[in-house]
């Protein structure tokens, strides 16, 4: 009689770092290699009270905080600038122009 084969947990379980590891020390830094977590802005000041269950990133450097933080102010102009240049050409023009659903990307997200 041959021997069933034997299912082993070890085998379904997700392959990579678990959080609690030096690899990804919260679960908001699962994320962190494909870029689409959001830095803790705690962490590095030594004050994040969360720790491993924190829902944001601690891999992120204190610079990537400023980065993304500049980033979103650098948007948030140019939304301005788009939505205040449609408001110009619909005087200019007389009438209600609606502006298209989706605003030109500003250049930084070009590259």
């Given amino acids: 009689r041959a021997a069933k084969p034997m299912l082993e947990l070890a085998s379904f379980l997700p392959e990579g770092p678990f959080v609690g590891t030096p690899e990804c ?13 959001a830095p803790c802005d705690f962490v590095h000041r030594d004050s994040c009270r969360t720790g491993s269950a924190c829902k944001f990133c601690h891999l992120c ?35 209600q122009v609606m502006p298209p659903s989706q605003p030109p990307m500003p250049p930084a997200f070009l590259s």
């Fill in 61 to 95: 450097s204190p610079a990537e905080v400023r980065h993304r933080k500049k980033e979103k102010q650098r948007v948030a102009r140019a939304m301005k600038h788009w939505q205040q240049a449609v408001q110009q050409a619909s005087a200019v023009a007389g009438e």
């Fill in 25 to 37: 020390p919260s679960v908001g830094s699962v994320g962190h290699k494909h870029g689409i977590c």
